[in-house]
């Protein structure tokens, strides 16, 4: 079993940044590969971005130049900074980690981009 807190979301104006963390705990040596997700009012959860145990990444074609995800082993947390953000971006962040049997999700956290 892995548990993934999720913090850091909020309300930013247009052209801010925020920084989401996800703390893993429980069985985090089975974790692949850990990535945020995020889901807008009536559109389908998507990636965001990604990382693996191996430090190679990868991002949305929307956010990339934008957001950056990184982690400290050390800590057992991942986190996702997020530059120049858009109303676009308003959404409910999931952080998610993945082993070789099944996907954990946390319980996500709103990021809301407006003036």
């Known amino acids: 079993q892995v548990q993934l807190v999720e913090s850091g979301g909020g309300l930013v104006q247009p052209g801010g940044s925020l920084r989401l963390s996800c703390a893993a705990s429980?069985?985090?040596?089975?974790?692949?590969?850990m990535g945020w997700y995020r889901q807008a009012p009536g559109k389908q959860r998507e990636l965001v971005a990604a990382?693996?145990?191996?430090?190679?990444?990868n991002y949305a074609d929307s956010v990339k130049g934008r957001f950056t995800i990184s982690r400290d082993n050390a800590k057992n947390t991942v986190y996702l900074q997020m530059n120049s953000l858009k109303p676009e971006d308003t959404a409910v962040y999931y952080c998610?980690?993945?082993?070789?049997?099944?996907?954990?999700w946390g319980q996500g956290t709103q990021v809301t981009v407006s003036s």
């Open positions: 998610n980690a993945l082993t070789p049997e099944v996907g954990y």
């Open positions: 429980g069985s985090i040596f089975s974790i692949n590969a």
């Open positions: 990382i693996t145990s191996g430090g190679s990444t």
